[in-house]
């Protein structure tokens, strides 16, 4: 079981800039697979980026270029950085993990097992 626990969401205009930030705590290694999925009022959980074991990182084509996955295990903390965001970035964006997800099953998160309880991140034109 991996702990999440995400920050960093908030209010923005479109054009600017966020970072959410996962901290997370694992029983052992570091999970397999971490990443980000948001879900928008009456839409479906959407996959935004992930990091699987290989070192592989997949962005949805809608944030490519835009969004930045990082993370720093030093510090056990998984980041997004949003920039040049738009109204329809606007979601509760879930930070997910999981220890065995092997990478095929890892890109776009959702079939994650362990998922934090989520930020708002709200964009207004």
């Known amino acids: 079981q991996v702990q999440l626990l995400e920050s960093g969401g908030g209010s923005v205009q479109a054009g600017g800039s966020l970072r959410l930030s996962c901290g997370f705590t694992?029983?052992?290694?570091?999970?397999?697979?971490m990443g980000w999925v948001r879900q928008a009022p009456g839409k479906a959980r959407e996959g935004v980026s992930t990091?699987?074991?290989?070192?592989?990182?997949w962005y949805a084509d809608s944030v490519k270029t835009r969004f930045t996955l990082s993370k720093d295990n030093a510090k056990n903390t998984l980041y997004l950085q949003m920039n040049d965001v738009r109204p329809e970035d606007t979601a509760k964006y879930y930070c997910?993990?999981?220890?065995?997800?092997?990478?095929?099953?890892?890109?776009?998160?959702?079939?994650?097992?362990?998922w934090g309880q989520g930020t708002q991140v709200t964009v207004s034109d």
């Open positions: 997910v993990a999981d220890m065995y997800l092997p990478p095929i099953l890892c890109r776009g998160g959702t079939n994650a097992g362990n």
């Open positions: 990091l699987d074991s290989s070192g592989n990182y």
């Open positions: 694992a029983p052992t290694a570091s999970p397999f697979c």
